[in-house]
């Protein structure tokens, strides 16, 4: 959840107005389209559709992010091009109109160490964070500026039973955020590190 407070002077009165986006009585949202995908956009806690079941878990969801968690068994033939996640996302994306491009691990990695997930801010012990075995997915619009990103985490934790797996998938909306990513990742590097088109 973000704040914004704008300060504004009457007379000798000091006005102070917080603004809380998805605050209860009309949540607001950079991309409703891509929020809603997995959200349902009157009650921020709920996943929708094939989302709304035990696999899945939402963690956070705000004007600019939003960050689902998936239970994994094993990352062997594991194809994140391809899981519902993925799926939905590229989905959103086509029906706006847009593209969306796979880039290696590399481009995956830098997301993950540059931009909040909530994998890498919280670390318990007894775990492994890895960012370099999932690809980045990175919506453009027709004219070549980024509109959203995608990247993955994978905690691995040491438990009594064995190894337990998290994926987050960590979805990035706004301006804010594609202009960050655009100031971190040169052409040479997307050039360098691109896939294919999904």
């Given at each position: 959840?973000?704040?914004?407070?704008?300060?504004?002077?009457?007379?000798m009165?000091?006005?102070?107005?917080?603004?809380?986006?998805?605050?209860?009585?009309?949540?607001?949202?950079l991309?409703?389209?891509?929020?809603?995908?997995?959200?349902?956009?009157?009650?921020?806690?709920?996943?929708?559709g094939?989302f709304?079941?035990?696999?899945?878990?939402?963690?956070?969801?705000?004007?600019?992010?939003?960050?689902?968690?998936?239970?994994?068994?094993s990352?062997?033939?594991?194809?994140?091009?391809?899981?519902?996640?993925?799926?939905?996302?590229?989905?959103?994306?086509?029906?706006?109109?847009?593209?969306?491009?796979?880039?290696?691990?590399?481009?995956?990695?830098?997301?993950?160490?540059?931009?909040?997930?909530?994998?890498?801010?919280?670390?318990?012990?007894?775990?492994?964070?890895?960012?370099?075995?999932?690809?980045?997915?990175i919506?453009?619009?027709?004219?070549?500026?980024?509109?959203?990103?995608m990247?993955?985490?994978?905690?691995?934790?040491?438990?009594?039973?064995?190894?337990?797996?998290?994926?987050?998938?960590?979805?990035?909306?706004?301006?804010?955020?594609?202009?960050?990513?655009?100031?971190?990742?040169d052409?040479?590097?997307?050039?360098?590190?691109?896939?294919?088109?999904?």
């Amino acid at each position: 959840m973000q704040r914004a407070v704008k300060v504004r002077t009457v007379g000798m009165v000091v006005l102070v107005v917080a603004c809380w986006a998805g605050a209860a009585g009309g949540a607001s949202y950079l991309d409703p389209d891509m929020v809603g995908a997995f959200v349902d956009l009157t009650n921020r806690n709920k996943l929708v559709g094939d989302f709304a079941n035990t696999l899945f878990e939402l963690l956070r969801v705000d004007s600019n992010y939003i960050c689902v968690a998936q239970r994994l068994r094993s990352l062997d033939n594991y194809n994140s091009d391809d899981d519902l996640v993925a799926r939905k996302y590229v989905e959103t994306a086509k029906a706006r109109g847009n593209t969306v491009r796979a880039y290696k691990p590399a481009v995956n990695q830098l997301i993950a160490k540059k931009f909040y997930s909530p994998a890498t801010s919280t670390r318990m012990p007894n775990t492994r964070i890895v960012t370099k075995e999932d690809r980045a997915l990175i919506e453009f619009d027709k004219s070549g500026r980024v509109v959203s990103f995608m990247a993955r985490v994978v905690e691995v934790a040491r438990t009594t039973f064995g190894l337990a797996m998290q994926q987050y998938n960590s979805i990035y909306l706004g301006p804010q955020n594609a202009r960050a990513l655009e100031n971190i990742l040169d052409n040479r590097m997307l050039a360098d590190n691109f896939l294919r088109e999904l």
